[in-house]
């Protein structure tokens, strides 16, 4: 092939010619040398070879092309008709199932229900009411907000079954099997007790250990603490008076704690309480003025409660004001039973 | 004859300082790669290591071996694509 060239017009060009032939020609011994340079490091260095099969694994890794084989020399089906003794039930269970069969005998699958029906079963020889405290605390850890409920129901419905709330339970008593099986009888999975189904010594029980604020949404009991910040001691005093009258006795908590507070002071707190900065996520969201102060006002909360019952309801109405009006009646409007209109709607009969 | 070597030299010169050499070096390597070449030589340069043994292989074998090989395998394309440049290079700068 002939290369284009330039008409020769002077020697000038010839020469140019010539300058770029040879320019030309020093690049490509360049080129040619470095590739030399290249090829003779890696050989000394060794890895020259490196990015080629070698003799050994061409024949180790050749395509195997036999008949019921495939080319990989792997045989299809191969365990297919072996049997695997189980550990657990000791049976001879076929390879292809064992896996799935495992996971219900030993129970702890996904699918398994073992749990259930091991509860199912413990439940028809023995049926124990005794330590709902503890699956109170069980509840605990399942109960969440009433926003969310809808959403974590399911989720509750699942962890009951899992193993590792049972060994939880296994420590603290022996009978947490049993109990857990009254209560799931008794309650529902939704973690949250039912008040028309207790009798009045459970109730008793659990309001002085329990927060006990029934929720409008589904009419059950909150089992957290009696300091669970979703409630506030408002909600929490018009439960007792509700399930347990109106001359309800002061809970246990307040008898422990220190009796210094008078009807005065019984106001003067109230008002204190509604001046900090804690805020139930139960109450409205711009409401600070609430009246939920969890710790130290346990043992006023209560002084007020028995003040309350005993008659003295003008005076500490007269003290909560205005701000107890608006945080009772924002928490009315939130969260609180139908039961507490009634409570409140006898403070407003007694401001009139 | 002197203004030849004068020319010569003052081409080269200006090649190395506008950089152009370099880039003309770095167009070449990768033509060469991208057509093969490289892929050809180093069988070449396999065929010399057994020839010459594996240990005992120097540069000076493969040097020798492979330039003249290496020069005329070049393909065609590639040639005039680099005279190409470099003439230009040359109308542009050779006064």
Same mark, same amino acid.
Request: net charge positive.
């Given at each position: ?6 008409? &020769?017009?002077?020697p $000038? ?5 010539? &300058?770029?032939?040879d ?17 003779h ?10 990015g ?12 195997v ?5 495939d ?9 297919k ?6 550990p657990?039930c ?9 896996a799935?069969h ?19 079963a413990?439940?028809n020889m023995?049926?124990s009411?005794?330590d ?31 193993p590792?709330?049972?060994k ?11 109990s857990?099986?009254?209560e ?36 059950k ?5 009696q300091?669970?910040?979703?409630h ?12 347990l ?5 002061? &809970?246990?908590?307040a008898e ?5 507070? $008078?009807i ?21 969201a711009?409401s ?11 043992p006023?909360?209560k ?17 909560s004001g205005s ?7 924002l928490?009315?409007?939130k ?14 009969? $007694?401001?009139? | ?7 010569k030299?003052?081409?080269?010169q ?9 880039r ?6 990768a ?18 290591i057994?020839?010459k ?31 190409q ?5 040359l ?5």
């Amino acid at each position: 092939m002939k290369m284009e060239e330039m008409p &020769l017009s002077s020697p $000038d060009n010839t020469k140019l010619e010539a &300058l770029m032939h040879d320019i030309y020609s020093e690049l490509v011994e360049d080129a040619c040398l470095g590739l030399c340079f290249e090829v003779h490091r890696a050989v000394k260095q060794g890895y020259f070879f490196l990015g080629e099969p070698d003799q050994e694994s061409m024949k180790e890794f050749e395509i195997v092309d036999q008949p019921g084989v495939d080319i990989f020399g792997q045989v299809f089906n191969q365990w297919k008709n072996k049997e695997c003794e189980c550990p657990n039930c000791n049976r001879l269970i076929a390879a292809s199932r064992f896996a799935p069969h495992l996971e219900k005998c030993l129970g702890m699958g996904r699918n398994s229900s073992r749990i259930a029906s091991r509860r199912l079963a413990r439940n028809n020889m023995s049926k124990s009411e005794s330590d709902q405290e503890d699956n109170d605390d069980l509840n605990d850890n399942d109960w969440s907000y009433g926003a969310e409920k809808k959403a974590k129901k399911r989720r509750s419905d699942k962890n009951q079954n899992s193993p590792r709330r049972s060994k939880s339970l296994k420590p603290k008593n022996g009978e947490i099997g049993s109990s857990i099986n009254s209560e799931s009888h008794k309650y529902n999975h939704n973690t949250g007790i039912s008040y028309e189904s207790l009798g009045p010594e459970e109730v008793r029980s659990l309001l002085t250990m329990r927060c006990g604020v029934i929720s409008e949404h589904t009419k059950k009991m909150c089992t957290r603490s009696q300091r669970c910040p979703q409630h506030t001691d408002e909600q929490r005093r018009a439960v007792r008076v509700f399930l347990l009258g109106p001359s309800a006795p002061a &809970l246990h908590s307040a008898e422990l704690e220190s009796h210094s507070f $008078d009807i005065p002071d019984g106001q003067m707190s109230r008002l204190q309480w509604v001046e900090s900065p804690n805020v139930s996520p139960s109450d409205s969201a711009s409401s600070k003025a609430s009246t939920n102060h969890p710790d130290s006002r346990r043992p006023k909360k209560k002084k007020t409660l028995s003040l309350n019952s005993g008659g003295g309801s003008g005076g500490l109405t007269e003290g909560s004001g205005s701000s107890a009006q608006s945080s009772l009646s924002l928490s009315s409007r939130k969260k609180k039973p139908k039961l507490s209109a009634a409570f409140i709607s006898s403070i407003y009969d $007694d401001l009139n | 004859m002197n203004k030849e070597a004068r020319l010569k030299a003052t081409i080269n010169q200006k090649l190395t300082e506008t950089g152009e050499r370099e880039r003309l070096k770095e167009l070449l390597r990768a033509k060469l790669t991208e057509c093969g070449w490289k892929d050809q030589m180093k069988a070449q340069c396999k065929e010399v290591i057994k020839e010459k043994g594996l240990e005992h292989v120097t540069v000076e074998d493969l040097v020798v071996e492979i330039t003249p090989k290496g020069r005329a395998l070049v393909p065609d394309s590639v040639k005039k694509e680099l005279l190409q440049r470099i003439r230009a290079f040359l109308t542009q700068h050779a006064s």
